[in-house]
């Protein structure tokens, strides 16, 4: 594993408006921009778009995908990847489906967040201890938890759950939906660790460069593990919701995710060299990827379209943070 | 004790232990898993099964010779899947449309390099992570051929087509022709070539070779355009065999190709590994998935049981390399 100690800049990372460097600066106001451009134009295009029960819809399709991706963002803060966080979800979902259906929402819902964990500290060892590249650790985990999903649910289709369980999914509470509710407290309780504890500092510092967070004392190995295990459990934190949205579940539930998750984290303005971004950013970037996803409902886009889009905006967006990150062609190039 | 293994010079092994200790696992891996099938199953060691093996492995290995390149340059690949879906798609398109099959090849060979340039040019030019802009690439592939098709297969091929799969040529089948030929040539290249200079090199150390001043960049393109070209031509035999073109037959083959070249013994680091061993690791991919089949295990646990498989072998080899 080649480490960059030294990631020399190519200009000096001057404090400029709003403290932010000039390429966070860009990263700041371009999405900004991107997401007004598309609210305008889906309002002009679209009659519905700017509809009450539309927005709500937008905001149930934001949230569950903000908490898949939220987790991964820690993980790409430390420079590290979760290509698992998918069909992690998947194979939450089923477990959980198939327990509350089966009369136990107390078991499923454990079931569901101990596997998504047990797949995050899996994905951990492997990459903080035995030292596995950690795309092709993830990977690896990837194809396991498809699989055991696979061989949980035999090709069946699990629908019907109790109303009880549909509330943080599909619930109130007076006009703002539950999950919107979860969202903004994950969103603040990430926030918070990753920007107000040594731990959170350490994550950064560890992306920033590992090399030196090692050689200053850091539990680096222990961090990692961390990260890891939150990005699995998020994974079957948002199967919950999911699951609870849409009152089905199958195999085939995980496969669609990583793509949107990933989208999200690089819309968000998370560099996937680690040390720079944050939650906050992902949530932009998953409400940016849902209003999309519903533009192109409303426009009449046909889902074939839908993975094209995401590894288009997947590409660009990294590629427009590259250029006017001034890294063309240095730190990368080569897996970390 | 610490001082010795730190100076392997001052071990003294046997020839017969260095020759093993370098033999990358999926040797092991064949011959264990060759030994126990023979003994478990009387299907196993007959010809036709490992005629169905060596036909199974010929799309694996011919797209796993490119990957191997991607991974000597510390990168990977994984639109390749997607990519050879889409080339079956476009190939089938428009033979089934009434162009002539050489155009059709062609056509089929150009997306495939074109994907690879796309590829090649975000990763060397602009630098970013190889996975996140195959990834992108996955998702533009597959949308591509979803559209093209519909979402459905393409069927009434004409009858010559099926001569990529079915087709004999002095007793053996064209697939493995086809295999053996990608195999010389993708030898050739690497080890005789500039192309395969730069591409231990750039494993190595791509910063230094860019500081140097050579063009590097250009090289590390190619490798992945190779790649995206020899994923089209896994293409015309998985379309052959299936007699149809599907959208989505590719998805998860780059995840068998990256099985096969890591259980070869090539690493993600710096370059070490080689494209002989690929073609072991693929024979081992392949007979371990014909085994678990003869075993009646189900297509989704196979799935599992590869991706663990290639967690264990990654982990042995970084575990390898923290001692070294």
Not at chain 2, 231 to 243: D, E, L, P, Y
Request: aromatic share 8%; proline share 4%.
């Amino acid at each position: 594993m080649t480490m960059q100690a030294v990631r020399p800049s190519a200009r000096p990372m001057k404090p400029d408006l709003l403290g932010l460097s000039p390429d966070r600066l860009f990263v700041v106001v371009s999405r900004l921009v991107a997401l007004t451009l598309i609210v305008v134009t889906l309002s002009i295009l679209s009659p519905y778009f700017l509809t009450w029960s539309n927005l709500i819809n937008v905001a149930r399709h934001a949230a569950p995908l903000f908490l898949l991706s939220a987790g991964l963002t820690l993980v790409v803060l430390t420079g590290g990847i979760d290509l698992s966080v998918g069909s992690v979800l998947g194979l939450a979902a089923c477990l959980a489906a198939s327990l509350i259906t089966g009369g136990s929402l107390v078991l499923g819902i454990a079931a569901a967040l101990g596997a998504g964990l047990a797949c995050g500290i899996i994905n951990g060892v492997l990459v903080a201890y035995a030292g596995v590249p950690s795309f092709i650790a993830t990977y690896g985990m990837l194809w396991i938890a498809n699989g055991l999903a696979y061989v949980f649910m035999q090709g069946e289709v699990i629908y019907g759950l109790p109303a009880e369980f549909r509330v943080i999914g599909a619930g109130f509470v007076g006009p703002i939906p539950v999950p919107v509710l979860i969202m903004v407290v994950t969103l603040i309780a990430l926030h918070v660790l990753s920007h107000r504890t040594p731990l959170g500092r350490g994550i950064y510092a560890i992306g920033g460069s590992p090399v030196a967070a090692r050689l200053s004392g850091m539990p680096v190995q222990r961090r990692l593990m961390f990260v890891y295990a939150v990005s699995g459990l998020m994974a079957s934190f948002a199967a919950l919701v999911v699951v609870a949205r849409t009152n089905a579940a199958d195999v085939s539930l995980g496969e669609e995710q990583l793509l949107p998750a990933l989208a999200a984290v690089c819309l968000g303005g998370t560099s996937l060299f680690g040390g720079v971004g944050g939650v906050a950013g992902t949530a932009v970037g998953a409400l940016i990827l849902a209003l999309v996803l519903n533009g192109m409902n409303l426009l009449g886009i046909g889902t074939f379209w839908q993975a094209g889009v995401l590894g288009f905006i997947i590409l660009a967006s990294v590629f427009a943070d590259q250029i006017v990150g001034g890294r063309i062609g240095r730190a990368g190039g080569t897996t970390q | 004790m610490r001082t010795a293994a730190g100076h392997p010079q001052l071990v003294r092994r046997s020839r017969a232990v260095q020759v093993l200790a370098k033999l990358p696992g999926a040797a092991y891996l064949l011959v264990l898993m060759s030994v126990l099938l023979t003994i478990a199953t009387p299907e196993f060691f007959s010809v036709a099964n490992l005629t169905n093996v060596a036909l199974q492995v010929s799309v694996l290995s011919i797209v796993a010779f490119g990957m191997t390149l991607v991974i000597l340059t510390e990168g990977i690949d994984l639109s390749l899947g997607p990519v050879l879906g889409l080339c079956g798609v476009v190939m089938a398109l428009l033979v089934v449309a009434g162009w002539p099959l050489a155009v059709a090849i062609g056509a089929a060979l150009l997306i495939g390099a074109a994907f690879g340039t796309l590829n090649g040019t975000l990763v060397a030019y602009v630098g970013m992570p190889p996975f996140i802009v195959t990834l992108g690439a996955f998702g533009i592939a597959m949308s591509f051929a979803m559209v093209l098709t519909e979402g459905n297969s393409v069927t009434g091929l004409p009858e010559y087509v099926r001569l990529f799969n079915d087709g004999v040529f002095l007793g053996i089948p064209v697939p493995i022709w086809a295999t053996a030929a990608c195999f010389v040539l993708t030898y050739v290249l690497l080890y005789y070539t500039k192309l395969g200079r730069y591409t231990f090199a750039i494993g190595g150390n791509r910063q230094a070779l860019i500081l140097s001043g050579s063009p590097a960049r250009i090289y590390q393109v190619l490798v992945y355009v190779y790649a995206g070209a020899l994923a089209a031509v896994g293409s015309f035999i998985m379309t052959a065999r299936m007699n149809a073109a599907h959208p989505t037959i590719g998805v998860g083959l780059e995840f068998d190709a990256i099985a096969a070249v890591i259980l070869g013994g090539t690493s993600f680091e710096k370059g070490r590994g080689g494209i002989v061993g690929t073609i072991v690791g693929a024979l081992a991919v392949g007979v371990l998935r014909n085994g678990l089949n003869l075993m009646g295990v189900s297509t989704e646990w196979q799935v599992a049981v590869v991706g663990m498989v290639i967690i264990i072998a990654v982990s042995l080899d970084s575990l390898r390399g923290l001692n070294r």
